[in-house]
């Protein structure tokens, strides 16, 4: 992944707290689906979930411990920390849709 950029992909934007921020599309699929992120700052990822399937009722990032439920309609902000650079993924429950967060 790394010095390619995906057609869904987006780079964080610094919000006036310091954090990196998001916001990701649930509909049909995480729109965008890799989120790019720098490392040693908090970054705060907001779903905001279009739709009723239950598939995409909650967001699980396994390798960060965090999970979300994602009422429709509504925006839930998750915030993670990871110190190490890679890619983390994150999923809907059945795992039908993924994304991934990179952090150099």
């Known amino acids: 992944m790394f010095g390619h950029r995906s057609k869904n992909e987006v780079a964080t934007v610094v919000a006036a707290d310091g954090a990196q921020e998001a916001t990701i599309l649930v509909k049909g699929a995480y729109s965008p689906d890799t989120i790019v992120a720098e490392r040693g700052k908090p970054i705060r990822l907001t779903f905001l979930r279009e739709e009723s399937t239950a598939c995409s009722e909650t967001v699980v990032f396994d390798g960060l411990g965090r999970t979300a439920h994602l009422p429709e309609g509504e925006r839930v902000s998750v915030e993670l ?6 890619e983390y993924g994150f999923a809907c429950q059945m795992g039908m849709y993924r994304g991934t967060l990179v952090v150099r």
Do not use: F, R, Y
Not at 81 to 86: H, I, L, Q, S, Y
């Open 81 to 86: 920390a990871p110190t190490e650079p890679g």
